[in-house]
């Protein structure tokens, strides 16, 4: 302070005074000096806020002084004219406080920074709410914030307002409610997931942590904030936004006699519909907390998705003695019997991978598996010592040991196990012997 020479060496005039004064033999010298004490206290009453000795009393470099500092400083005279040591050193002390006009920015009542001036308050302010006006497609109907805040103008010690905090750094503290900081810097193939897990943090707290930054568009290099806020101010808007929605389309059922219980086939497939909405959204700190739709307009019907239920009773799950084709369509691409010095034990038909493959006859599944060369394999005894065995699938349906109806669908068909392509290998056999299938199913 520049005037902290002046104020030494009062102060230690009025300390030797008092230290001396204790000493009764010289008592009488003591009270002189009292007296010339209080003449110089009396005179720098008459100019109180101006000089001292001569020479001026200046307040800190680039602030004003309090107005009411002369009234401050003026001495309570006591009955008797003179004024009690504890009182001088009091008076003392209270020229000496230098305080200076801030502006606070007060947050429910607790001052969280101060500033020299106005602008500087109002541009902290300017600067909390900017991260959360950056959507260029929201319209920003309202903008507050949800505490009681505002600029006051106050009085403070000049050793208070030393302490305070560089602009950026009361930013930083007010938006994060800590001074810690934690960046990462992102890397080829990250993304907040890929962050949230290397940090073990939540990865809507990552998005919490970067307001104003768009995790869809995060740049190898950018750094992001790996600091959970706990903002000691909420923001609050009110935004307007217009955008496009799908509409879910719903599902029917059609009963049919055409397909057996429990047997269902899409009919018709379903479409999303779209509309155009405008709505409301009030957010804060940029996470919304209340949507409401203000108009609707529906650009495209959605199409309701028909799916056909059988009703008929499905056949007895026991051999009728003869075989049908396990598939519907398909061509033969290789007979029973011998084939490049091997026997082969089947027939392959030739179809697209995901067709239906349909128990030859009723039965009860003895194997659902996986089988060697055969990939995923199912294979069926129909009674009187006659099995058949559906080969290559990729999806099987039916488990060991159901009992299934004749052209009930077992399994999709696939290109697993040793398959040159996707087809479906049927063997048929008698007393646990491969018979030509040629005989029983026509292709
Ligand atoms: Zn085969």
């Known amino acids: 302070m520049a005037?902290?020479?002046?104020?030494?060496s009062l102060k230690n005039i009025i300390e030797k005074f008092i230290r001396q004064f204790k000493d009764s033999r010289q008592a009488k010298i003591f009270i002189f000096l009292g007296t010339i004490g209080v003449f110089f206290l009396t005179l720098l009453l008459a100019f109180p806020n101006k000089s001292y000795n001569n020479r001026p009393i200046r307040p800190v470099k680039g602030v004003q002084l309090e107005k009411s500092f002369s009234n401050r400083a003026g001495f309570q005279k006591r009955e008797d004219g003179l004024k009690s040591i504890a009182n001088i050193k009091e008076d003392v002390e209270e020229i000496l406080k230098v305080r200076i006009p801030v502006y606070a920015l007060n947050v429910n009542g607790k001052d969280l920074a101060v500033f020299k001036t106005k602008d500087e308050a109002s541009n902290l302010l300017d600067d909390i709410v900017k991260p959360f006006t950056q959507d260029e497609e929201a319209k920003i109907e309202e903008i507050g914030f949800k505490e009681n805040t505002k600029i006051v103008k106050k009085l403070v010690g000049a050793e208070?307002?030393?302490?305070n905090l560089e602009y950026g750094e009361i930013l930083d503290y007010i938006t994060k409610g800590t001074k810690e900081t934690k960046i990462h810097k992102m890397q080829k193939g990250e993304n907040y997931w890929v962050i949230a897990q290397k940090y073990k943090i939540n990865p809507d707290d990552l998005i919490k942590a970067n307001p104003g930054v768009k995790p869809e568009t995060l740049q190898i290099g950018q750094e992001i904030s790996l600091v959970?806020?706990?903002?000691?101010?909420?923001?609050?808007?009110?935004?307007?936004m217009e955008y496009n929605e799908e509409i879910a389309y719903?599902?029917?059922y059609e009963e049919t006699e055409v397909l057996y219980k429990g047997e269902v086939r899409v009919k018709m497939a379903g479409e999303k519909g779209e509309r155009e909405v405008k709505a409301k959204i009030n957010k804060e700190n940029g996470i919304e907390i209340e949507r409401s739709i203000l108009e609707e307009k529906i650009i495209a019907e959605p199409t309701t998705k028909v799916?056909?239920?059988?009703?008929?009773n499905p056949p007895p799950k026991i051999g009728t003695g003869k075989l049908a084709k396990p598939t519907s369509r398909g061509i033969l691409t290789s007979p029973f019997g011998w084939r490049w010095g091997r026997r082969h034990s089947g027939i392959d038909i030739g179809i697209p991978t995901g067709t239906d493959v349909k128990a030859a006859d009723g039965g009860k599944v003895i194997f659902s598996g996986t089988k060697g060369g055969y990939g995923k394999c199912i294979i069926i005894d129909h009674g009187g010592n006659v099995n058949t065995l559906y080969a290559h699938n990729s999806?099987?349906?039916v488990k060991k040991g159901t009992k299934v109806f004749k052209g009930q669908i077992i399994a999709k068909s696939g290109n697993t196990g040793v398959s040159t392509g996707p087809h479906l290998h049927f063997e048929v056999r008698k007393n646990n012997t491969p018979v030509n299938p040629a005989k029983y199913v026509k292709y």
Not at 3 to 8: E, P
Not at 231 to 240: A, D, M, S
């Open 3 to 8: 005037n902290s020479g002046n104020s030494g």
């Open 160 to 163: 208070k307002f030393a302490e």
């Open 228 to 240: 959970v806020p706990k903002p000691l101010i909420t923001v609050v808007t009110k935004e307007i």
């Open 250 to 252: 719903e599902t029917k």
């Open 307 to 312: 799916v056909l239920k059988g009703t008929k």
């Open 395 to 397: 999806e099987l349906l």
